[in-house]
T-cell receptor
Framework: DVKVTQSSRYLVKRTGEKVFLECVQDMDHENMFWYRQDPGLGLRLIYFSYDVKMKEKGDIPEGYSVSREKKERFSLILESASTNQTSMYLC???????????????FGSGTQLSVL | GESVGLHLPTLSVQEGDNSIINCAYSNSASDYFIWYKQESGKGPQFIIDIRSNMDKRQGQRVTVLLNKTVKHLSLQIAATQPGDSAVYFCAERGYQKVTFGTGTKLQVIP
């Protein structure tokens, strides 16, 4: 069974803290994504990566950075957490590249981050 | 301060009836569309997809319809069951990335 694992289900941090959200996939997928989900706003893409050490900005990258040192792991970093970053964060992966592979996104269960 | 989301549209359906969830997409160049289902406490899960060269695709109890003229996508669920209660997202694939809609909450009334 395919699996995308996010390290924490719930996380509470203070304003100004540096926050790391970890995501690991066991499907040998090339592509990994970070979304945030807010009620009524759907899923918004923060960053994505098509290969190790490669990253691309999504629609709302401000205040975030990412790291992909290994194929299976994609980390989202909040350099200095703010209250407006309180949200559900979803990691996803897929194998689709250059017209080959499975286009479906496989999601983790999400990390609910609260910044106080 | 903390961001406040918009109200999530809700569709209430009697158990056993058919459900129709609608979605308008924005990019006329999108070539692939997907419906995802998200149950409480879980990440979104793939339901069904359709390519832009098709206008209808059927799965088990689900049908997706695509109208490219008006950029509209719909998900039909036959004989809706309590287990269908969830938030449903449409998504479109444009250049390099997948963009999601805002979601519709489906409530099944027993």
């Amino acid at each position: 069974d395919v699996k995308v694992t996010q390290s924490s289900r719930y996380l509470v941090k203070r304003t100004g803290e540096k926050v790391f959200l970890e995501c690991v996939q066991d499907m040998d997928h090339e592509n990994m994504f970070w979304y945030r989900q807010d009620p009524g706003l759907g899923l918004r893409l923060i960053y994505f990566s098509y290969d190790v050490k490669m990253k691309e900005k999504g629609d709302i990258p401000e205040g975030y950075s990412v790291s992909r040192e290994k194929k299976e792991r994609f980390s989202l970093i909040l350099e200095s957490a703010s209250t407006n970053q309180t949200s559900m964060y979803l990691c996803a992966s897929s194998s689709y590249q250059n017209g080959v592979g499975n286009e479906k996104l496989f999601f983790g269960s999400g990390t609910q981050l609260s910044v106080l | 301060g903390e961001s406040v989301g918009l109200h999530l549209p809700t569709l209430s359906v009697q158990e056993g009836d058919n459900s129709i969830i609608n979605c308008a997409y924005s990019n006329s160049a999108s070539d692939y569309f997907i419906w995802y289902k998200q149950e409480s406490g879980k990440g979104p899960q793939f339901i069904i997809d359709i390519r832009s060269n098709m206008d209808k695709r059927q799965g088990q109890r689900v049908t997706v319809l695509l109208n490219k003229t008006v950029k509209h996508l719909s998900l039909q669920i036959a004989a809706t069951q309590p287990g269908d209660s969830a938030v449903y997202f449409c998504a479109e694939r444009g250049y390099q990335k997948v963009t999601f809609g805002t979601g519709t909450k489906l409530q099944v009334i027993p």
